[in-house]
Protein backbone atom coordinates (compact mmCIF):
# COMPACT_ATOMS: atom_id res chain seq x y z
CA UNK A 1 0.00 0.00 0.00
CA UNK A 2 1.20 3.49 -0.69
CA UNK A 3 1.83 5.34 2.57
CA UNK A 4 3.88 8.45 2.98
CA UNK A 5 5.24 11.02 5.80
CA UNK A 6 2.47 13.02 6.58
CA UNK A 7 3.30 16.78 8.45
CA UNK A 8 -0.18 18.46 9.94
CA UNK A 9 0.33 21.99 10.84
CA UNK A 10 -2.85 22.22 13.55
CA UNK A 11 -1.29 23.07 16.93
CA UNK A 12 -4.16 22.45 18.86
CA UNK A 13 -4.65 18.33 17.70
CA UNK A 14 -2.05 16.19 18.74
CA UNK A 15 -1.97 12.91 16.85
CA UNK A 16 -0.97 9.69 18.36
CA UNK A 17 -1.22 5.75 17.64
CA UNK A 18 -1.81 3.42 20.32
CA UNK A 19 -3.85 -0.44 19.03
CA UNK A 20 -3.55 -2.58 22.03
CA UNK A 21 -4.35 -2.14 25.64
CA UNK A 22 -0.75 -2.44 26.46
CA UNK A 23 -0.20 1.34 25.10
CA UNK A 24 -0.48 3.56 27.81
CA UNK A 25 -3.00 6.64 28.24
CA UNK A 26 -2.24 10.56 27.66
CA UNK A 27 -4.08 11.46 30.44
CA UNK A 28 -7.15 11.61 32.16
CA UNK A 29 -8.26 14.84 30.45
CA UNK A 30 -7.09 13.77 26.80
CA UNK A 31 -10.57 12.69 24.71
CA UNK A 32 -9.50 11.14 21.48
CA UNK A 33 -11.15 11.16 18.11
CA UNK A 34 -10.50 7.95 17.22
CA UNK A 35 -10.40 5.89 13.67
CA UNK A 36 -10.26 2.08 13.64
CA UNK A 37 -9.45 0.33 9.96
CA UNK A 38 -10.42 -3.27 9.39
CA UNK A 39 -7.66 -4.20 6.84
CA UNK A 40 -9.42 -7.85 6.05
CA UNK A 41 -13.04 -6.48 5.74
CA UNK A 42 -12.04 -3.86 3.54
CA UNK A 43 -9.75 -5.46 1.18
CA UNK A 44 -12.12 -8.03 0.76
CA UNK A 45 -14.44 -5.10 -0.43
CA UNK A 46 -11.87 -3.10 -2.44
CA UNK A 47 -11.39 -6.66 -4.40
CA UNK A 48 -15.05 -6.92 -5.03
CA UNK A 49 -15.43 -3.45 -6.68
CA UNK A 50 -11.98 -3.98 -8.31
CA UNK A 51 -12.75 -7.83 -9.39
CA UNK A 52 -9.55 -9.11 -8.11
CA UNK A 53 -6.01 -8.27 -6.28
CA UNK A 54 -6.21 -3.97 -5.80
CA UNK A 55 -2.80 -2.95 -7.73
CA UNK A 56 -0.76 0.56 -6.56
CA UNK A 57 -3.41 2.56 -8.13
CA UNK A 58 -6.26 1.74 -6.47
CA UNK A 59 -5.07 0.74 -2.98
CA UNK A 60 -5.50 3.62 0.10
CA UNK A 61 -2.86 6.17 0.80
CA UNK A 62 -3.04 6.26 4.64
CA UNK A 63 -1.08 9.68 4.42
CA UNK A 64 -4.21 11.12 2.53
CA UNK A 65 -6.87 9.55 4.92
CA UNK A 66 -4.05 10.72 8.13
CA UNK A 67 -4.61 14.24 6.83
CA UNK A 68 -8.19 13.96 6.76
CA UNK A 69 -8.47 12.50 10.67
CA UNK A 70 -6.57 14.82 11.81
CA UNK A 71 -8.92 17.89 9.95
CA UNK A 72 -12.02 16.43 11.20
CA UNK A 73 -9.75 15.98 14.75
CA UNK A 74 -9.51 19.73 14.68
CA UNK A 75 -12.99 20.64 13.68
CA UNK A 76 -14.41 18.53 16.57
CA UNK A 77 -12.18 20.27 19.15
CA UNK A 78 -13.64 23.52 18.48
CA UNK A 79 -15.27 24.59 21.54
CA UNK A 80 -14.21 21.56 23.87
CA UNK A 81 -11.90 21.53 26.85
CA UNK A 82 -9.28 19.70 27.33
CA UNK A 83 -6.92 18.27 24.84
CA UNK A 84 -8.25 15.96 21.95
CA UNK A 85 -6.20 13.92 20.12
CA UNK A 86 -5.91 11.95 16.32
CA UNK A 87 -5.44 8.46 16.92
CA UNK A 88 -5.45 5.64 14.31
CA UNK A 89 -5.39 2.00 14.48
CA UNK A 90 -5.10 -0.44 11.21
CA UNK A 91 -6.38 -4.18 12.56
CA UNK A 92 -5.16 -6.50 10.08
CA UNK A 93 -4.64 -10.12 10.00
CA UNK A 94 -0.93 -12.16 9.15
CA UNK A 95 -1.63 -15.40 7.18
CA UNK A 96 1.34 -17.51 7.67
CA UNK A 97 3.99 -17.63 5.78
CA UNK A 98 3.19 -13.63 4.42
CA UNK A 99 5.21 -11.52 7.45
CA UNK A 100 7.83 -10.94 5.23
CA UNK A 101 5.48 -9.70 2.54
CA UNK A 102 3.54 -7.30 4.88
CA UNK A 103 6.24 -6.26 6.93
CA UNK A 104 7.27 -3.19 4.92
CA UNK A 105 3.52 -2.05 5.02
CA UNK A 106 3.18 -2.39 8.71
CA UNK A 107 6.53 -0.04 8.88
CA UNK A 108 5.18 2.28 6.60
CA UNK A 109 1.82 2.91 8.44
CA UNK A 110 3.29 3.17 11.76
CA UNK A 111 5.84 5.60 10.19
CA UNK A 112 3.24 7.66 9.24
CA UNK A 113 1.58 7.64 12.97
CA UNK A 114 -0.68 4.70 12.79
CA UNK A 115 -0.92 2.28 14.82
CA UNK A 116 -0.92 -1.46 13.97
CA UNK A 117 -3.15 -4.73 15.66
CA UNK A 118 -1.40 -7.45 13.93
CA UNK A 119 -3.19 -10.74 14.59
CA UNK A 120 -2.22 -14.07 13.26
CA UNK A 121 -4.72 -16.12 10.35
CA UNK A 122 -5.08 -19.32 11.97
CA UNK A 123 -8.70 -20.10 11.03
CA UNK A 124 -11.80 -18.73 10.41
CA UNK A 125 -12.05 -17.75 13.82
CA UNK A 126 -8.96 -15.31 13.78
CA UNK A 127 -11.16 -12.60 12.75
CA UNK A 128 -10.13 -8.83 14.16
CA UNK A 129 -13.81 -7.47 14.86
CA UNK A 130 -13.68 -8.78 18.83
CA UNK A 131 -10.19 -7.04 19.01
CA UNK A 132 -11.32 -3.47 17.15
CA UNK A 133 -14.87 -3.70 20.01
CA UNK A 134 -12.10 -4.31 22.51
CA UNK A 135 -10.21 -0.98 21.59
CA UNK A 136 -13.05 0.88 20.87
CA UNK A 137 -14.79 0.11 24.61
CA UNK A 138 -11.32 0.86 26.07
CA UNK A 139 -10.98 4.16 24.93
CA UNK A 140 -14.04 5.10 25.87
CA UNK A 141 -13.24 4.12 29.17
CA UNK A 142 -9.61 5.67 28.98
CA UNK A 143 -10.30 9.83 29.23
CA UNK A 144 -13.46 9.40 26.58
CA UNK A 145 -14.47 9.91 22.88
CA UNK A 146 -14.47 13.15 21.35
CA UNK A 147 -15.36 11.45 17.98
CA UNK A 148 -14.95 7.70 15.90
CA UNK A 149 -14.75 6.44 12.67
CA UNK A 150 -14.59 2.35 12.05
CA UNK A 151 -13.45 1.86 8.17
CA UNK A 152 -14.97 -1.13 7.04
CA UNK A 153 -16.00 -2.10 4.31
CA UNK A 154 -19.80 -2.73 5.42
CA UNK A 155 -19.27 -2.73 9.02
CA UNK A 156 -22.16 -4.43 10.23
CA UNK A 157 -20.23 -5.69 13.14
CA UNK A 158 -19.93 -2.25 14.73
CA UNK A 159 -23.67 -1.17 14.09
CA UNK A 160 -24.54 -1.95 17.49
CA UNK A 161 -21.66 -0.47 19.35
CA UNK A 162 -21.72 2.82 17.25
CA UNK A 163 -25.31 3.47 17.28
CA UNK A 164 -24.79 3.26 21.42
CA UNK A 165 -21.85 5.83 21.18
CA UNK A 166 -23.56 8.33 19.27
CA UNK A 167 -27.42 8.25 21.53
CA UNK A 168 -24.31 9.48 24.07
CA UNK A 169 -24.05 12.88 21.97
CA UNK A 170 -20.69 11.35 21.00
CA UNK A 171 -20.35 12.07 16.92
CA UNK A 172 -19.89 8.36 14.95
CA UNK A 173 -18.90 7.57 11.62
CA UNK A 174 -18.40 4.35 9.03
CA UNK A 175 -15.87 4.82 6.70
CA UNK A 176 -16.44 2.26 3.71
CA UNK A 177 -18.25 1.89 0.19
CA UNK A 178 -21.90 3.00 -0.45
CA UNK A 179 -22.85 0.09 -2.22
CA UNK A 180 -21.74 -2.03 1.16
CA UNK A 181 -23.11 -0.07 3.78
CA UNK A 182 -26.45 0.87 2.49
CA UNK A 183 -27.64 0.94 6.16
CA UNK A 184 -25.17 3.09 7.24
CA UNK A 185 -26.15 5.59 4.09
CA UNK A 186 -29.09 5.78 5.29
CA UNK A 187 -28.60 5.94 9.52
CA UNK A 188 -30.33 8.68 11.06
CA UNK A 189 -28.03 8.16 13.63
CA UNK A 190 -24.53 7.35 12.35
CA UNK A 191 -22.45 9.62 9.68
CA UNK A 192 -21.61 7.84 6.48
CA UNK A 193 -18.25 8.80 4.25
CA UNK A 194 -17.13 7.00 1.42
CA UNK A 195 -13.46 6.64 1.43
CA UNK A 196 -13.45 7.42 -2.55
CA UNK A 197 -15.16 11.19 -1.22
CA UNK A 198 -11.90 11.67 1.08
CA UNK A 199 -9.42 13.84 -1.17
CA UNK A 200 -6.13 11.93 -2.12
CA UNK A 201 -6.95 8.19 -0.12
CA UNK A 202 -6.81 6.59 -4.21
CA UNK A 203 -5.12 8.03 -6.63
CA UNK A 204 -7.06 6.68 -9.67
CA UNK A 205 -11.30 6.65 -9.54
CA UNK A 206 -12.43 3.22 -8.66
CA UNK A 207 -14.24 1.31 -11.37
CA UNK A 208 -17.70 1.27 -9.23
CA UNK A 209 -20.68 -0.82 -10.71
CA UNK A 210 -23.46 -0.42 -8.52
CA UNK A 211 -26.70 -2.41 -9.00
CA UNK A 212 -29.00 1.02 -9.36
CA UNK A 213 -27.15 2.31 -12.31
CA UNK A 214 -26.15 -0.86 -13.85
CA UNK A 215 -24.56 -0.33 -17.54
CA UNK A 216 -26.79 -1.47 -20.72
CA UNK A 217 -24.52 -4.54 -21.46
CA UNK A 218 -24.80 -5.75 -17.81
CA UNK A 219 -21.59 -5.91 -15.38
CA UNK A 220 -19.83 -8.83 -13.83
CA UNK A 221 -20.30 -8.51 -10.04
CA UNK A 222 -16.95 -10.61 -8.37
CA UNK A 223 -17.50 -12.52 -5.31
CA UNK A 224 -16.41 -11.17 -1.34
CA UNK A 225 -14.18 -14.43 -1.29
CA UNK A 226 -13.35 -17.66 -3.35
CA UNK A 227 -16.54 -20.43 -3.14
CA UNK A 228 -13.44 -22.74 -1.42
CA UNK A 229 -14.39 -20.59 1.62
CA UNK A 230 -17.71 -22.77 2.19
CA UNK A 231 -15.04 -25.81 2.99
CA UNK A 232 -14.01 -24.17 6.26
CA UNK A 233 -16.81 -21.59 7.11
CA UNK A 234 -19.36 -23.27 9.84
CA UNK A 235 -22.52 -24.91 9.14
CA UNK A 236 -25.44 -22.89 9.34
CA UNK A 237 -23.83 -19.93 7.28
CA UNK A 238 -25.28 -20.11 3.40
CA UNK A 239 -28.12 -18.17 1.03
CA UNK A 240 -31.18 -18.95 1.49
Known amino acids: ?126 DVDADMLAHITMRQRDGGLAGIMVASADGQAFREPLEAIAAKGIPAQVLGFREHASWAVTSDTLGFVDLEDIPGVFREPLPRVSLDSLPDEGAWLQPFRPLSALLTSRPGQGVA
Open 1 to 126: MSVSEIAPEMPDVTPTGAGTEALSSSGPDVRRVLLVWDAPNLDMGLGAILGGRPTAAYRPRFDALGRWLLTRTAELSVGTKGRVEAEATVFTNIAPGTADVVRPWVEALRNVGFAVFAKPKIDEDS
